[in-house]
């Protein structure tokens, strides 16, 4: 019990990363949560007229739901996907974020959400990525930092930063690095490109792919649920003692303080601009 403690304890500290960006008080919920008595927890990102995409109000429910699932006995699973059939989830809300001009402006919110998935990552239990839709730039980092990803077969998906003048801003690369081989991972994100589910599996992003419906994840993940809770933590414990060891949240705010540099860069706002700017 008292190393179960200390590991909780661990999982909720954050002080590498800056925090308090965001944290408003919202009217509605943007994250839809479902849980059942075998103990799923499914959590639907709820912005399907923004293709699901994070803003502040996004990280913020993020946060204080993984902090709350983490100590909670009866969810043994998280599944994590979006809302409708169009998305996953698109990245960042450009349109929100695209007054941060400066390299500190755009590190205090890319901070933010490297936290958060760093958090997801090494959340005490498993964790899927249901990508029933496009995931597009953020978007595949949020899937990157679950331990598992299913499919849809007609998805589309990428690290399509570069097309925005910016990396991988919330710490997706060092986390795809550690789900895949380096030059698998190095292809991904330099070509920018996206691809279609099928490929994506064969470079071992994807571990599935699924059809319509519930069936095809749970039935990926139901041997899982024959077990007690304490067995899945227990096995997840050694990955996440793996990550502490190789120092995964230094490289992950590394990388974030390169994307921050990146971003203040007036080839960035004027990708941003013409991509805006397309959308109207």
């Not at 993020?62 to 902090?67: M, P």
Request: negative net charge; glycine residues 10%; proline residues 1%.
């Amino acid at each position: 019990m008292l190393f179960l403690q200390i590991y909780l304890a661990e999982y909720f500290e954050s002080s590498m990363f800056a925090d308090g960006f965001g944290d408003g008080v919202y009217v509605d919920q943007v994250i839809n949560v479902e849980k059942d008595e075998r103990g799923f927890m499914k959590l639907l990102f709820n912005r399907p007229e923004k293709r699901n995409a994070v803003n502040y109000q996004l990280m913020d429910e993020l946060e204080s739901i993984l902090s709350e699932a983490a100590c909670d006995d009866e969810v043994k699973l998280l599944v994590l996907t979006g809302a409708g059939s169009e998305a996953f989830c698109s990245g960042g809300d450009l349109r929100e974020f695209q007054d941060l001009r400066t390299e500190e402006e755009a590190f205090a919110m890319l901070s933010k959400m490297g936290e958060i998935l760093y958090k997801l990552a090494v959340f005490p239990k498993p964790t899927i990525a249901l990508i029933n839709g496009s995931a597009l730039g953020g978007g595949c980092e949020i899937a990157t930092a679950c331990d598992f990803r299913l499919a849809k077969r007609e998805v589309k998906l990428g690290f399509v930063q570069g097309t925005l003048g910016i990396t991988t801003g919330w710490g997706g690369a060092s986390l795809l690095l550690e789900k895949i081989s380096g030059q698998k991972a190095l292809k991904l994100l330099l070509d920018a490109k996206i691809h279609k589910a099928e490929e994506a599996k064969e470079l071992g992003f994807v571990d599935e792919i699924v059809g319509e419906g519930a069936d095809g994840w749970e039935r990926f993940a139901e041997d899982f649920l024959r077990h007690e809770t304490g067995v899945l933590m227990a096995y997840k414990r050694l990955l996440v003692h793996k990550w502490q060891g190789s120092g995964l949240r230094g490289r992950m705010d590394a990388e974030i303080r390169e994307c921050s540099k990146l971003w203040a860069s007036d080839e960035h706002h004027a990708a941003v601009d013409r991509f805006l700017n397309k959308k109207k």
